[in-house]
């Protein structure tokens, strides 16, 4: 082996640490959406699915911005996939928390709705109200920004609207579901 007082390419070293920060994040994002959901289900069939719906309608566009910040920070696809999907798991383990520790005490779980609560706020707040109220350095297009992110703001607000007023509406479809479920399983 010769000496080298060049850059060293090795796995981990060539991945910037905007990438690592965007895992790590996203890991503890992800965590904290399971605990939501794990608690939301706790408290029945019903809510768990409102949770889990509202989850999914932000994390979707969340996840695709993660993987095209990580693809472009230098990180190869396969390596992109396989660590979205350890993120993910995080989710799943969070549910599994979120579930047991509300399952054992019913007054924890108002807790770990306003923990996650809080963490999705600052967020909010800290992340994107920044990047949101940051202005057009030609000052071109300040109209079009601003109906962009109210239309999506509205949109935001009618869909989780749509979940809180059909809630229990779920209930129903899912002992319909299963009932005809079993109706198949008994022909």
């Known amino acids: 082996m010769g000496h ?3 850059p060293q390419q090795t796995g ?3 991945i910037s640490d905007i990438a690592w920060m965007v895992i790590l994040g996203d890991g503890i994002h992800n965590f904290t959406n399971g605990l939501a959901i794990g608690a939301a289900f706790s408290q029945g069939i019903p809510s768990g699915l409102s949770t889990s719906i509202a989850v999914f309608c932000h994390e979707l566009p969340h996840e695709l911005g993660d993987f095209a910040v990580l693809l472009q920070a230098g990180m190869p696809v396969r390596r992109v996939l396989i660590f979205s999907l350890l993120s993910a798991f995080l989710g799943y383990l969070g549910m599994l928390v979120g579930n047991t520790v509300s399952q054992s005490s ?7 709705f306003a923990g996650t609560a809080g963490i999705f ?3 909010a707040l800290v992340d994107m109200l920044p990047d949101m109220l940051q202005r057009d350095p030609a000052g071109k297009g300040k109209t079009k920004i601003f109906f962009l992110h109210n239309f999506g703001f509205l949109l935001g607000t009618a869909l989780m609207l749509c979940i809180a007023l059909f809630e229990d509406g779920l ?3 899912i002992v319909d579901l299963l009932a005809l479920r079993s109706s198949f399983a008994s022909i």
């Open 12 to 14: 981990a070293a060539d």
């Open 106 to 112: 019913s007054k924890v779980t108002p807790w770990i």
């Open 4 to 6: 080298s007082h060049g």
């Open 121 to 123: 706020l600052h967020v």
């Open 171 to 173: 209930q129903f479809l």
